[in-house]
């Protein structure tokens, strides 16, 4: 199977022609039909549950709107403000927030997980954030573009693969290591 951006559903495709798909530590990426979540194939904005955990990967598309911003720092400082105006919020806070139809069932869905499984992505998601008020709050001093742009840079490749371990949970693979305490994530952010 495969996702369709264009219409936000997976396709089947054939499994001997095309690999796998792998997350970079290697862990086989798990890919469900939006029918198996329960959700209408067709359905506009649907929040993508995986029936295996309850919980959905529309949650890090938050962090990754950070990530970006971070990535594109060095190319455009004006993005600085953009950055600096991203707030935390819970995995709740998100689908609370969000406009699509099928939030309530996220939240209904995330409630009803594993709390083993939800332990481990609020803890992912704890550093993620933990980064992320770190560099803000960095970049915040009037930091010289340069310099903020290589904090953004260095922030970024710290993210990116939380992120990745964050989906792995989000899509049942139980070996997703979790990341070091949040203070020691930062402490080796800031250090660089």
Known sequence: MRFNNEYNTVDRWNAAAEPRLKY???GEAVQVTAEAAGVAADAPGHAHINPATGLATDYLNHFNEAIMLLDMLSSCPDCLDDFL????MSYREHFAAARFKGREQAVAA???ADPDIRRRLDT???TMTAVLEATRAAMSAEMPPQTAATLAEHAAA???PLVARAGAVINGDAGAALPEAPQAVVDGLMKR
């Open 124 to 126: 992912l998601a704890g």
């Open 158 to 160: 710290w993210l990116k």
């Open 85 to 88: 105006d991203w707030r935390p």
């Open 24 to 26: 970079q530590d290697g």
């Open 110 to 112: 995330y409630d009803a």
